[in-house]
């Protein structure tokens, strides 16, 4: 974990056997031709979001309702999960143009973190709120663990001996407090609605990596988020295949 973010980590032993059967074939295992994933840094854009206006009333990010419907099923992220990367990086489109984020390289992180707002058991609501809330492991400085010492009081994330990891994306508290914004116009930057946190994760990524269509920027980002070329390569075997439409 390094400065801020701190992923949770979960082995599912069946499905990855069966993800590693799957890729031996020449065809996937519904029998139809499986989707090359593209290699290289940066991953790719995904499908274009359409213009929306950033600064319309209420929940924002319902303008790409259609948009994240057409890959809702492809993907196997929720409508309301894609509509808050997308809208991530349509805000960052026009306020930060010369970042270049795309939606993809927030769904890639989101996924790694916490499985799109799902993880055990979670779920993601119309307005982006995720619960039960998501919370990662205490950062005691145990075996390979950062130690950090309560910043908050355990106000935002119920622990007030060490820091943990909040919501669907895994910010500790003192990063959110410097970093998080209200996305889905509710009034409060929320950890737990995936609309705040994709948006401060895309704002804490442009503002860490600068240019995100290169790949010296890309993993400057990635490294900043967490510290582990692991996880920047699970993070962007996602993006990449959520680029081409497809799940990882």
């Not at 599912?12 to 056997?17: D, G, T």
């Not at 805000?91 to 799902?118: D, F, K, L, N, Y």
């Not at 980002?221 to 962007?236: C, H, I, K, Q, T």
């Amino acid at each position: 974990m390094m400065d801020g973010v701190y992923r949770i980590r979960s082995a599912f032993l069946v499905s990855a056997a069966v993800a590693v059967a799957c890729a031996a074939l020449v065809v996937g295992c519904s029998g139809e031709p499986r989707i090359a994933i593209p290699q290289g840094i940066p991953p790719g854009p995904g499908a274009p979001v359409p213009p929306i206006d950033i600064n319309a009333p209420g929940r924002t990010a319902d303008q790409l309702r259609d948009w994240a419907a057409d890959q809702t099923d492809a993907l196997g992220i929720s409508a309301t999960a894609l509509e808050a990367y997308g809208y991530a990086a349509a805000v960052m489109a026009q306020s930060r143009p010369e970042c270049g984020i795309g939606w993809t390289t927030v769904a890639g992180i989101a996924s790694v973190e916490s499985r799109h707002g799902t993880y055990r058991g979670s779920s993601v609501a119309p307005r982006g709120d995720v619960s039960p809330q998501i919370r990662g492991i205490p950062l005691d400085g145990g075996p390979g663990v950062a130690e950090i010492p309560d910043t908050d009081g355990g106000a935002m994330d119920g622990d007030p001996v060490h820091d943990r990891a909040m919501g669907p994306l895994q910010f500790i508290p003192e990063t959110w407090k410097r970093w998080g914004v209200d996305a889905n116009g509710d009034g409060v930057a929320n950890p737990d609605n995936i609309d705040d946190a994709a948006l401060t994760a895309a704002r804490y990524l442009c503002a860490r990596g600068g240019d995100l269509t290169s790949e010296e920027g890309w993993r400057r980002a990635l490294m900043a988020y967490n510290l582990s070329g692991e996880y920047l390569s699970d993070v962007r075997d996602r993006a990449a295949a959520y680029s081409v439409g497809t799940r990882p």
